[in-house]
């Protein structure tokens, strides 16, 4: 018998990297009995798979504690809801944290610059004590050091600990060797002075550098404080209560936690239905779009099953309980978006790859720098000139132009997005959305309007057209059946007179009856007039089948006991849908459609906007296992949605796009959201995806060009030729050029226009 497995998920603190990520997951890993460990960055969260027999939940937290992060604990008596508002509310403190660093740091280092740009101007400095400046721009810089840098230096000493390296390393070893070395020259400046050389201080740079930094920590965190609004926004679907119908023939409102399996709820119209079951007694119209993403809503009867939070209609209906809490289709859709959330592997950042190989040479560049110049340099300079050129190298290898090189664009491009209506979550959805080799796109509400639409009105040779419409209209106003909406609209938008019916009655299941100036007026289903004993003629039948072949919904008009007309309703697709797509495969990129509706009228569709391939009669938990088996074939995956029932699939793709007439837990699960209901969003997104690329690879470019070209000057390369040395002052400038150069790069992605 194979030992069993539990899985445990832990909500991590203190990760400031992918980098980090990696060090939780090798020391859950190298846990005893753990037999996988999976850590994201962007939803902090571990999850453990675990022999109990051989590991226990306090032994997984120590594993992380040992790798020098917190875990987040969470009362076992709260509900799951409870428990994300916490975790919500702890990542909001944090985040008011960050940027109160971040405000500190920026508002002294624009006190910090104009001073030490006061060292520049000498008929100034004649006038301004320089040892009293430099305490001055000490005690400015103290903070910025303690306060608002401490985690770079942490997490560097984390790093050194785990024998790796990161951008905090740079960091700390950039803005501490400046800092050190300005503490030196402030406090002794006589060491430097009586060897002939001029005590500078590089206080800007620490400071300006930690406030750079912390600008793209903060936009980053701000992304990541959402990241549980999907799993909320899913868990406040369900209904709070369920009218019991207990053994006595009372009907009880109770809370949805009692209500047990076997138990006999009732659902009126306008109410949601509490849980899954079994229908026991009655007829209805269940709209189910929040869970299969049809249109229209699908009738109910005696034996059919009804799933919990899906929204009753019309008539009333008993059903026995079947599944309650976890085994739910709402609870097993929350999952999925967990799931998908929690495997999504967090986008390694280039730049955090290349300081992995970085800092290490750099480092090893300034030790062998400073032995060199230590042991070749006449006795009385060798220190200070090996002090001096150890620290240049540093400070031109110190990552501000690295740390800008992507917040910048993304901030420019994020920005830039808005303008058209395409709001990027985080830098994640926007560099992989340029990636993206297939978009999939859910059918209603996607590529349609996502409601029922007349599109034909037919009437027998003789019979007027708008009169079939004013009466239609009259039986169809005392009805609430979403079909029968659409009947009104369309005599609404043809300024059709309306009129009143009498003797309503709604027949369950076929149709509605009235009646309307003295003349009597079905409106329903075939099978409601062949009940009336009302037949139709050859030409009516074959409009019908037409109809029907064309996958729409026919409603079939009677009137004094005579077909006399018939209307074709469907979910028509939006203007822009055709051209957007024919834009994406333009583009070389592969268009799919998928939805639950069945093949023909997926086929139907699929034709009117051009896509070769299409999946029908998808579920909920087979949208997310398309975009898996697309994604096994080595695509890179954008899924287009709007529905709850389309939240796992965008969770689960590489990028996941919600549009903007579509539900909050569609556009919480998406990374990127479209504010107008227009599949030329999509176009709008990978398109500024792929210029921000080449846009932020330009500026990883700029800022390691001039660490590359600077770090042997800073060394001493050209001393022995030229006798050139590039002092501190002058590799902070360098590496300010840089800046400046991703900078400026980044802004030209202000006048990017979509085609």
């Known amino acids: 018998m194979e030992p069993s497995v539990k899985t445990e998920t832990l909500d991590i603190e203190g990760m400031t990297c992918a980098s980090c990520a990696a060090f939780v997951q090798k020391s859950l890993t190298r846990t005893p009995g753990v037999q996988r460990a999976v850590v994201n960055y962007a939803t902090e969260k571990a999850t453990i798979d675990y022999l109990p027999e051989l590991a226990t939940p306090a032994a997984l937290k120590d594993a992380v504690v040992q790798a020098g992060y917190g875990v987040v604990e969470r009362a076992p008596d709260t509900s799951a809801a409870e428990r994300s508002a916490e975790i919500d509310r702890q990542k909001a403190v944090a985040y008011q944290q960050l940027k109160r660093r971040f405000w500190v740091a920026a508002g002294l280092a ?242 955090d790859k290349v300081s992995a190989v970085f800092v290490p040479i750099v480092v090893g560049i300034a030790l062998l720098t400073f032995i060199l110049w230590f042991a070749l340099a006449p006795a009385e300079t060798r220190l200070p000139l090996a002090l001096v050129n150890f620290v240049a190298v540093l400070i031109i290898a110190c990552p501000c132009a690295l740390g800008l090189a992507t917040p910048t664009a993304i901030m420019v491009s994020t920005g830039k997005g808005a303008e058209h209506g395409v709001l990027i979550r985080n830098a994640e959805a926007l560099e992989k959305a340029g990636q993206v080799t297939t978009v999939l796109l859910d059918k209603t509400g996607t590529i349609t309007r996502g409601e029922p639409t007349v599109t034909d009105l037919i009437v027998l040779p003789g019979y007027d057209a708008s009169r079939l419409l004013q009466l239609v209209a009259a039986v169809e106003r005392q009805s609430e059946h979403p079909l029968a909406e659409a009947v009104v609209r369309y005599a609404q938008e043809r300024d059709v007179s309306p009129v009143t019916a009498t003797s309503f009655r709604a027949l369950e299941g076929r149709g509605a009856a009235a009646r309307v100036e003295g003349e009597s007026v079905l409106i329903g289903n075939r099978r409601l007039l062949s009940e009336e004993g009302i037949r139709f003629s050859p030409d009516l039948s074959a409009r019908a089948d037409e109809l029907l072949s064309q996958a729409r919904t026919v409603l079939y008009v009677a009137v004094g006991g005579k077909a006399v007309g018939l209307l074709g309703v469907a979910d028509t697709v939006r203007d822009t849908s055709v051209a957007a797509i024919r834009q994406l495969q333009a583009m070389g990129i592969e268009v799919v459609m998928m939805t639950g509706d069945n093949a023909q009228t997926a086929a139907q569709v699929a034709g009117q906007v051009g896509i070769t391939r299409y999946f029908a009669e998808v579920l909920p938990s087979d949208k997310a296992q398309k975009v898996q088996e697309l994604q096994a074939g080595g695509r890179v995956v954008a899924m287009v949605g709007d529905g709850i029932n389309d939240a796992p699939a965008l969770a689960r793709a590489d990028v996941g796009l919600a549009m903007g007439a579509g539900t909050d837990v569609a556009m919480e699960a998406a990374g990127i959201t479209l504010m107008r209901s227009d599949l030329r969003g999509v176009v709008t997104a990978i398109e500024l995806s792929r210029q921000t690329l080449r846009t932020i690879r330009q500026n990883l470019f700029f800022a390691f060009i001039y660490n590359t070209l600077g770090i042997p000057v800073a060394a001493g390369l050209l001393y022995p030729f030229f006798g050139v040395l590039l002092s501190p002052m002058l590799a902070a400038a360098a590496m300010a050029l840089s800046s400046v150069s991703v900078l400026t790069n980044s802004l030209r992605l202000r006048g990017f226009a979509p085609r």
């Open 110 to 351: 624009f006190l910090i610059m104009p001073l030490s740009m006061l060292m520049l101007w000498p008929a100034l400095m004649q006038r301004v004590n320089m040892q009293a400046l430099n305490y001055g721009l000490l005690v400015l810089t103290v903070p910025v050091l303690l306060y608002s840098g401490r985690e770079f230096f942490s997490s560097a000493w984390n790093s050194f600990r785990h024998g790796t390296a990161t951008m905090d390393t740079l960091i700390a070893l950039g803005t501490g060797a400046a800092f050190l070395y300005s503490l030196a020259a402030t406090v002794a400046p006589g060491f430097f002075t009586s060897r002939g050389l001029m005590p500078e201080v590089y206080y800007d740079t620490t400071a300006t550098i930690i406030a750079l930094i912390l600008l793209g920590k903060v936009l980053e965190q701000r992304a990541k404080t959402r990241t549980s609004a999907a799993i909320r926004a899913l868990m406040g679907l369900q209904a709070k209560t369920a009218r019991v119908v207990r053994p006595d023939g009372q009907e009880v409102d109770v809370p949805i936690e009692l209500v047990q399996p076997g138990d006999v709820v009732v659902v009126r119209p306008g109410e949601k239905v509490a849980t899954d079951g079994i229908i026991q007694e009655g007829h209805s119209a269940v709209d189910e779009a929040m869970l299969t993403g049809e249109s229209l809503p699908v009738e109910k009867k005696t034996g059919d099953p009804v799933f919990g939070a899906t929204l009753n209609k019309t008539g009333s209906f008993r059903f026995t309980v079947t599944k309650v809490g976890a085994d739910t289709l709402l609870a097993q859709i929350v999952k999925l978006v967990e799931d998908a959330q929690g495997s999504r592997a967090p986008i390694q950042r280039l730049a």
